[in-house]
């Protein structure tokens, strides 16, 4: 997941509407026939108890390991994906996509003159390259590093106190927010930082930025991620620090001058083509009319991807291996997106809405599961309020395993399903526990023992229940 | 810290005696002077409101960072703590000390060939090289990876099985008993691969040597620490990987052929000179008996030793700050000492109980600690019960700040006073709160950070108040 204004709206604005399903039970009942009911316990039941997702997990982020766009890695992912889903009796298309091709290269921080330093002695700094950083010259550079805990304080420096200078932007994660299942808010705070710091102090003449990372954790792990050089300003170099090491850089700077040897090597290399892979379970009635259930198959380089988003995969993997296992048939067709590119540059799910607009009417929903494998406690979507009524039902179902709460957002929960929303699509999205996903997210420490399985079968469960409940509506889903 | 049967006793063993200091006063009353324990509470007072082990940590750690025995740091340090104990009014002496001079260098891990491989990929493994390993060939060395649970297991394989590969300890640390509290027997448990795994795997012909990491977190943090190699088997290089890594590799094994490419080169140069600070509170009626406050200056080089063991340090160096501060007069003297050099050789504390060896009778006691800055419940001694009877009118000072528990252990409390207690001088260690301990201890994450200041000064305080207590009874404490 990246920086995400839905992610945002998803979990933290108290919007207009929450409701356990059963609320509004009582407002306008709308009827499932009970053969339908039936079929979602069914399902709901198969799914809960199947390791599928689990040891699909194990092997995206075990045998194939992490999956940056353009990378082996995300090419041997496609081709796994592809080849599941067809094992599994989908249609598969690969849709082409260019995405960014950015390689990681050395990346060391040290200071090398600093208050109290003894004779010859230097400090590590424990950082790591921002997705998308130009590098700094091979030999690295060296300057002093000023710190600041946001954009106004950097701004009333000025330029002449930044020009020249490593800004290091120490604007701290709110880990309150995060524990009160607010993360969202948290992340959206700090990442501001690491998608506009560089821009910023670019502009005043610094010749690199650092972030304070943004993320959770407190053991000494730098979290990377995109961020969006301005157009108007400079590139420079940026890298986010550990929390441990932006503590260390204010405590220091605040008793003098420290200098700091910064060298980063990543690359930007031409433009790779990449793909979605795109899996039809084809609708017996409605072929036509589609019902998306996704996760983005790309990763940061760093962990192997488990939470962020092998989990989203497998979990709209398994929706298909749940009904194929029942011999169920949905009645519109059920379709996996495996989404390529969301953490550096969103070409998945921009070309899936372009190459696929003149079909938009056709899509009846669009589900991204993307903030882990916590247990999930319902869903959200950003939808109509006649949509949600048609939903109702599902509490039932859902009640059972602890998922029945239900809510309305104004923007559309999950990045590579935003530019379908933008064309009107219905978007779902999970609602998960996500007290400890920003310590692990864009970490190594997002590897598949963060994953429970139980837990990640609860996931597959509600998208599979939610999923076929759209496909085998009497009704198209309301808009 | 490191592996010590001590920490274990310390921690772990429920021994012959835990009271409640007030358990025992009805058995045996032993008084003290009124002004004794008057002062008590005023050092107690003092120590618990003042921050000044924490600035003297943070200094340290941030300004002076790392420590290992030989290095730049650790001499950097050596002359603070001298400076700052002359300015505190004591008498200093630097102790000569020959240390192991050990340098990490390069170290990588990656997989070249493993199950499910797609072309060309590989797989970085996050490892570090134990203290004391000897490197791999430059260019690194390329071996089949095979994991075993315990040292059973590898006898099991035989030299057939094992020649010419890199084995893995996959011993996993015992969560469950940290949480309960005894996360020193969990350690012990796990330690000995990381010590003993290196010769035990050369006997039978492997070329490399991997533990689990000896530590919890959870954070795809490899903890260091130094391994012993036996004098009867090959010396082969060995490092620790995380545990996430680990579980990969059993992963990945259990599947089928797994090549690692590893490279470390660490070097062991020539013995350094470096120091024991020893900084003597004169004694005003009995200068010739000792009672000593310490912890570890060392510490390993990839955090910058908050918790093990500036930590110690510091709170030995706030005991003499507190009497002074509050014009107190020891009648025996109180000796601070920073060892040197506890994590890979006890140099230190070896060279001091022979150097020291024609005055063990003057020593009336020697408390270290090195077990972070927790919450102190209380403390541990390796004294008879004739001892702990003497020091019972305490529990009148240490229960207002929960620390009343005192536990006689069978062996020595802490490392570097274990060759004094060798000699029979009472030892004693704090008893802190230790559940997360393990999480950060030999990794990068060791930071000011995990320091919590108030802890530090309770900290302070128990050490403080059992000092003065030793120096300032009526008579010397029964052996």
């Known amino acids: 997941m ?30 499932y026939p009970p053969t339908l009911l039936d079929e979602l316990k069914q399902l709901q039941k198969a799914t809960l108890a199947s390791d599928y997702a689990y040891q699909q997990l194990a092997h995206l982020t075990n045998n194939i390991g992490p999956r940056l766009s353009g990378s082996l890695q995300a090419q041997a992912a496609v ?46 700094i424990v950082l790591t390259a921002l997705g998308g950083s130009v590098a700094t010259p091979a030999e690295g550079l060296t300057a002093e590093v000023i710190v600041v805990e946001n954009f106004a304080q950097l701004k009333a420096l000025g330029r002449d106190k930044v020009q020249g200078k490593i800004v290091l932007f120490n604007a701290i994660f709110d880990e309150r927010l995060a524990a009160q299942g607010e993360a969202g808010v948290a992340y959206g705070q700090a990442v501001a930082y690491r998608g506009g710091g560089a821009s910023a102090a670019a502009r ?21 991620g995109a961020l969006n050089y301005a157009p108007d300003a400079p590139q420079i170099p940026a890298a986010a620090v550990t929390a441990e090491d932006a503590d ?36 017996t009635e409605h072929p036509e009319q589609i019902i998306i259930v996704s996760g983005h198959l790309d990763s940061w ?33 059920i379709r996996v997106i495996a989404w390529m590119n969301e953490e550096n540059g969103l070409r998945g799910g921009r070309t899936y ?17 993307d903030l882990g494998a916590g247990h999930p406690i319902g869903f959200t979507g950003h939808v109509s309020a006649n949509t949600l009524t ?10 059972s395993q602890g998922a ?42 997002d590897t598949l023992d963060k994953v429970k399985p139980q837990e990640l079968a609860e996931n597959a469960a509600l998208m599979t229940v939610l999923a076929y409940t759209i496909a085998n509506l009497p009704e198209a889903l309301s808009r």
């Not at 005043?204 to 990377?224: F, K």
């Not at 809405?353 to 599961?369: V, W």
């Not at 039902?393 to 009640?399: D, G, N, Y």
């Not at 933008?422 to 779902?428: C, D, S, W």
Request: proline content about 6%.
């Open 2 to 31: 990246k920086i995400s204004k839905h992610l945002t709206s998803r979990l933290a604005i108290i919007l207009c509407t929450t409701f356990t399903l059963s609320a509004f039970a009582q407002q306008q009942p709308y009827e």
């Open 301 to 333: 380089d760093l962990g192997t991807g488990a939470i962020d988003d092998g989990a989203g995969v497998v979990v709209a993997m398994a929706v298909v291996n749940a009904i194929k296992q029942l011999g169920l048939k949905p009645r519109r067709t």
């Open 353 to 369: 809405a372009k190459d696929y607009a003149a079909q938009t009417a056709n899509h009846l929903a669009a589900i991204e599961s």
């Open 390 to 399: 048609m939903l109702q039902p599902l509490a039932q179902v859902l009640r």
């Open 79 to 124: 081709e796994y994906v592809a080849a599941e889903m067809r094992k599994a009796g989908c249609e598969v298309t690969l849709e082409k996509v260019m995405v960014p091709h950015w390689v990681r290269g050395i990346e060391t921080g040290e200071l090398v003159q600093f208050p109290g330093q003894a004779a010859k002695t230097t400090q590590k």
């Open 204 to 224: 005043l003449g610094a010749v690199a930025a650092l972030n304070r990372s943004a993320g959770t954790g407190g053991m000494r792990m730098p979290h990377t």
């Open 404 to 445: 029945s709460i239900v809510r309305r957002v104004d923007e559309s929960p999950g990045a590579d399903i935003s530019p379908l929303d933008a064309l009107g699509v219905p978007t779902f999205a999970p609602m998960q526990d996500s007290r400890t996903y920003f310590h692990y997210h864009h970490t190594p420490g």
């Open 248 to 283: 260390l850089l204010a405590y220091l700077s605040a008793q003098g001058n420290v200098q700091m040897h910064l060298t980063l090597t990543p690359q930007t290399l031409p433009d790779a083509e990449s793909y979605n892979v795109i899996a039809d379970l084809k609708g």
